[in-house]
């Protein structure tokens, strides 16, 4: 290869990385566009997602922890607490799903907890720093579950008023559902999409794609904040976590809360024998999120434990700022509250209030619309 050559595919490389370069290439940039957005945008392309998903790791960290700054306190992390309120015996056949009634895993179903049981669970999670109380129920779906939905929402009530932030995650739901939970005060509610839709097929056939569309559907018509993001390291190319985000960007309006979760293998499930996703997927996803996302909670989920101390870290510079932390999350090992107090005051993070994310949102989001200028929140 010549030097001319090599010359002209590093200018390539800095016209995609950069955009303009001191005006010699007058090519539009998406990242660099991004890093000076002013407000969330929901009309990404794929190409665009992209092109900010392959960026060079170094430059794109950098570009998310610049978004991060713009629309959130860098060092506020979210504490969650999630409890299993229903376990096993689901009908569904997710293959990543140790719950599933198809896998043998020897996980033993068990009935709903009682509401006394939830609510004792919930004020040892806000005791030990908690501010979100998160509840998870094994089944397909709310049809027939008249007292199932009742004791929920009892659940939902009271946590509210210990003043804690509530989520569940119970399948699909229909409208009138929806507005029930959000009547009892819940504050957000848990549907991921795991991948993208192309990919989908091979990992669940029990529910369709558009079946958890149009579930995010009712609970964002509710007025309840949804929840949803996807599960990395089920088999998936890079396209298929670009496709998620997409998606998930595209929305009428973004999610509050995008978890990432890194694949849990569990023995007996179909996906029993994969390995966790390598960490520089894991970090690229969190990036291209963050900068696509500028404005939702991205949520280091399953699959943090296996994360050293530093690489949790890495997460959380490149725009991560919420953990699930307890006893357990649903039937796989947590980072415990003690830990994750260490690491916090170690590194100079510092647990969210209750709502402070929506509390502090608009805010934070005008603050960005008057210090960017008129012709780049035009172009946003």
């Known amino acids: 290869m010549s030097l001319r050559s090599i010359s002209l595919s590093s200018r390539a490389i800095l016209r995609r990385s950069y955009g303009t370069v001191n005006n010699k290439f007058p090519f539009p940039n998406v990242l660099q566009e991004a890093t000076t957005a002013s407000v969330p945008r929901t009309n990404w392309t794929r190409d665009e997602v992209k092109e900010i998903y392959e960026t060079p790791l170094s430059q794109l960290t950098y570009a998310a922890a610049t978004v991060h700054r713009r629309f959130h306190d860098p060092a506020a992390i979210q504490m969650c607490t999630l409890m299993n309120i229903k376990t096993g015996g689901c009908s569904e056949d997710c293959s990543y799903c140790a719950q599933s009634s198809r896998h043998n895993t020897g996980l033993k179903a068990t009935k709903m907890s009682p509401v006394d049981e939830v609510l004792a669970a919930a004020r040892t999670a806000k005791a030990n720093g908690s501010t979100r109380f998160c509840m998870g129920a094994a089944w397909r779906d709310m049809r027939g579950r008249k007292t199932s939905l009742k004791n929920v929402k009892q659940m939902v009530s009271g946590i509210r008023e210990m003043g804690m932030e509530v989520c569940v995650t119970l399948g699909m739901i229909d409208e009138n559902q929806a507005k029930e939970l959000k009547d009892a005060g819940l504050t957000a509610y848990n549907h991921n999409l795991d991948t993208s839709r192309e990919f989908y097929p091979t990992i669940i056939t029990t529910r369709s794609y558009d079946e958890r569309l149009k579930t995010l559907s009712h609970v964002r018509d509710a007025g309840i904040n949804v929840c949803s993001g996807g599960i990395l390291g089920l ?29 849990v293998p569990i023995k007996g499930t179909p996906l029993g024998d994969r390995k966790m996703i390598p960490f520089d997927k894991l970090l690229r996803t969190i990036a291209t999120a963050r900068i696509v996302l500028p404005a939702t909670i991205v949520r280091l989920a399953a699959g943090r434990i296996s994360l050293s101390e ?31 107090r260490e690491m916090f005051e170690r590194w100079g993070f510092y647990p969210m ?28």
């Open 353 to 380: 209030r209750s709502f402070e994310r929506e509390s502090s949102a608009s805010a934070k989001v005008q603050d960005v619309v008057e210090d960017t200028p008129a012709q780049t929140a035009a172009s946003a």
């Open 235 to 263: 088999g998936e190319a890079d396209s298929d976590r670009i496709g998620l985000i997409q998606t998930v960007a595209s929305l009428p309006s973004h999610p509050e809360s995008f978890p990432v979760n890194a694949l």
């Open 310 to 340: 530093e690489q949790q870290v890495a997460c959380f510079n490149a725009g991560a700022n919420a953990v699930f932390t307890g006893e357990k999350m649903l039937t796989t090992d947590c980072n415990g509250w003690d830990e994750d």
